[in-house]
């Protein structure tokens, strides 16, 4: 389904801007800083294959035992691609504008529309039973971005605000309750929020703070609770990147078994690797420079991650691709 008009993805979630310099290039100039970027990175990555050539403004991944669930904002539909190769949309919605799709662990899924300013509860055959558009504060959930799910379905997501180096710190964190249905504010004052990642063992909410390019961290106090954030990691800590795009920033957030923790570099081509208490580690090149999103194999061999090749294409054109990882160890 191609988007009614190009004036559609103007204002939302990522400014025009037009690629100056070639991907190819970009990659081998991150390569040879990656090498000495930390004293003993410990995991490598090498690209592998596209598993979707033409995606298209692909973002929120989500590992399920069929395969890999990946949203595409510009064609409003969560696309499923099988663990047989096989590609088919399982769920479109005209207007979504559809950038995270989490499932819940006992049966069912989120699907966070950013265009549409709603988030979805789906059944498990993708079937959508409920849409919630604001909080109990009364405030619409505007542009909702990512979310990170909890143990019992409870989804903790990102409404990020207007993406402007102008705009006001209007982002927020919400959680919504899956057994009660109750959508609440619980952070508020971050200058678009981004990724979100929840780590109950570690009880902390790590949330990109993309405009400030930074990640923080919040106390997990109790279900549905935060408390005061801190900086976890600082990207002006990170090694410099040759033409920076201007509004470059963290966004989607995964976490290895291990603790490290992975982070698309928006914008600027490349995937961070910190440790758990965010000391950089190393960066890897990707192909396209707005990378938004990535997926952890469940045997932790294997990142899936989602890219577009520029974010003012008419088409919003993408590609998901798999990277192998390897451990020091082995």
């Not at 294959?49 to 991944?61: H, M, R």
């Amino acid at each position: 389904m191609r988007r009614s008009s190009p004036a559609r993805f103007v204002v939302p979630r990522k400014r025009a801007w037009i690629e100056t310099t070639v991907s190819a290039m970009m990659a081998l100039a991150f390569a040879s800083s990656s090498a000495g970027a930390a004293d003993n990175p410990h995991k490598t990555f090498t690209p592998d294959a596209v598993i979707n050539p033409t995606a298209y403004y692909p973002e929120g991944p989500q590992l399920i035992d069929e395969g890999l669930l990946v949203a595409e904002m510009a064609r409003d539909r969560v696309v499923l691609i099988a663990n047989s190769g096989e590609r088919k949309t399982v769920w479109q919605e005209q207007g979504c504008g559809a950038t995270s799709v989490k499932r819940i662990p006992s049966g069912g899924y989120w699907v966070l529309c950013h265009l549409g300013a709603y988030v979805a509860k789906l059944s498990p055959t993708f079937q959508t039973l409920q849409r919630f558009t604001q909080t109990t504060s009364g405030r619409k959930i505007t542009w909702p971005n990512d979310g990170s799910v909890d143990s019992t379905g409870n989804i903790y997501l990102s409404s990020s605000g207007l993406f402007s180096l102008q705009a006001p710190a209007e982002g927020r964190v919400v959680f919504i309750d899956v057994a009660s249905g109750v959508a609440s504010d619980i952070a508020s004052g971050i200058r678009y929020s981004n990724g979100v990642l929840l780590q109950e063992k570690a009880k902390r909410l790590l949330v990109s703070e993309h405009l400030n390019r930074r990640i923080l961290a919040f106390p997990l106090l109790e279900k549905g609770k935060l408390g005061p954030s801190t900086v976890f990691f600082d990207f002006r800590s990170a090694p410099p990147v040759p033409d920076p795009y201007d509004q470059s920033g963290p966004d989607g957030i995964e976490a290895f078994d291990d603790g490290d923790i992975l982070v698309p570099d928006y914008g600027n081509g490349r995937i961070l690797l910190t440790s758990p208490n965010g000391r950089f580690l190393t960066q890897i090149p990707v192909k396209y420079r707005f990378v938004t999103d990535l997926a952890i194999s469940r045997d932790q061999r294997t990142i899936f991650v989602t890219m577009t090749r520029d974010n003012s294409s008419q088409e919003l054109d993408g590609i998901v691709q798999a990277f192998k990882v390897t451990s020091a160890k082995e």
